[in-house]
């Protein structure tokens, strides 16, 4: 691994700092200067564009839907139907757009329609068992008596807060054109009321003050609604987007396993396979000299038995980042006991676990700490180090401390985000915390799963 201990402080330490002095700093208080903010006037366009096109959404909806249903009696139905839902799923990336634009929702898009084989029947069949055209049809549905109440709402707030908090501006229209003093605020028969003294008029403004500055987080909490319908309904159902992470990690294990298959022959070429040809050639020039010059013979012979030892050491360290033994035999606790003797600092290992986890998570967990050892002993220029492995209900946790110059990053391209795109392949977790200064705390999380019982 190649992560960079102490490496980029001023990016690692300052960058805290830079944020505060690149943030911008507003002199009014965010309850104060909300009605005026863009993000507001956005979020009101979009309640109001909603109610149009939410009945324009309904009335396609319920027509199309009730004209397919309707013949469904002959063999029209069908297509009419599926012509329906395939509109409902064109509104639905336009809605997509339109949040994405006004609320700054970006939601990807569902997944595309399973055609199997060409033809207008299989792409009626494909579209009628879409569970997104079915959640497209539901929105248009849902989206209108949303639409009505959060126009309704929204407006109301909208246009009662200005129009008070404006009042002492217009009031006098009243006495000069509608032949009273002011506003009526009561009426009967024999009592009115009108906002026409300064006190009701000023009373008046902070009212329509307070309802004005109200109003955007009424509009935002109706938008949040909406942001949920285009999320759930119109985005990527559950189901598809762990799909797609299955693949994605799929492609990260068949990465991962090219690559060390590489390794592994790229480390028997360069090292055990090169020192037994050299071992052979030198075996072949012992045999000639054996009868000429026993002596020189004798002393090829005890430098081959040299390269021997050495090659078998290569293969014993390649058998081993293969698949320890001892890992195989005497679990966790032991293997990582062996993994930290070799490391370049005392490490302390504690290992808490009531039973052995299943192989493949326990080879992941052997590796990770491994990889985390030998950054240490490579980049941290720690004095001391701790291991700690247990389990919590349905998860194998793994937390590696070192008392270095911290800094580390788990950055595209460093060697603890390769170990993190590992993890992530089967549901783990890698988490870093390494301040400029130290202590480097990294936690690995995994999935728990047992051995299967053999029959």
Known sequence: MATEYGQGYGLGGGSGLSADT??????????????????????????????????????????????????????LGVPVLAAALAGCRGIGALERARARGLLGLDVAAPEPLRVGKPGAMAWIGAVLKSGSSWRSLLYALVQFPWSVFSFVVSVTFWSVGWTMLTYPVWFWVFPAYAGQD?????????????????????????????????????????????RLLVHGLLGPSRLATRVVELESDRGVVVDTAAADLRRIERDLHDGAQARLVNLAMDLGLAKEKLREDPQEAARM?????????????????????????????????????????????????????????????????????????????????????????????????????????????????SGLAGLAERLGAVDGILVVDSPAGGPTRVTAELPWRTEPVRR
């Open 301 to 413: 012979v005890g430098e081959a038995h040299g390269e021997v030892k050495t090659a078998l050491q290569e293969l014993r360290d390649l058998a081993r980042g293969i698949h320890p033994a001892v890992l195989t035999d005497r679990g966790l606790d032991a293997a990582l006991s062996s993994v930290a003797s070799r490391c370049a600092v005392p490490v302390r290992v504690e290992v808490d676990l009531a039973e052995r986890p299943a192989s493949a998570i326990e080879g992941i967990a052997y590796f990770t700490v491994s990889e985390l050892l030998q950054n240490i002993s490579k980049h941290a220029r720690a004095t001391a180090a701790a291991v700690e492995v247990w389990r919590v209900e349905n998860r194998l946790m793994i937390q590696v401390v070192d008392n270095g110059v911290g800094g580390a990053r788990a950055s595209t391209g």
């Open 22 to 75: 690149g943030a911008r700093r507003h002199r009014l208080p965010a309850g104060l200067r909300a009605p005026f903010e863009g993000r507001h006037w956005r979020e009101f366009a979009f309640v109001l564009l909603s109610l149009p096109i939410g009945i324009g959404l309904f009335t396609y909806a319920v027509t199309m839907m009730s004209l397919g249903a309707g013949l469904l009696v002959t063999f």
């Open 182 to 226: 002011g506003l009526q605020l009561y009426g009967d028969g024999t009592h009115r009321i009108y906002l026409d003294n300064p006190f009701e008029i000023t009373v008046t403004a902070l009212v329509g003050l307070l309802v004005t500055l109200v109003t955007p987080w009424i509009v935002r909490a109706l938008t949040t609604v909406d």
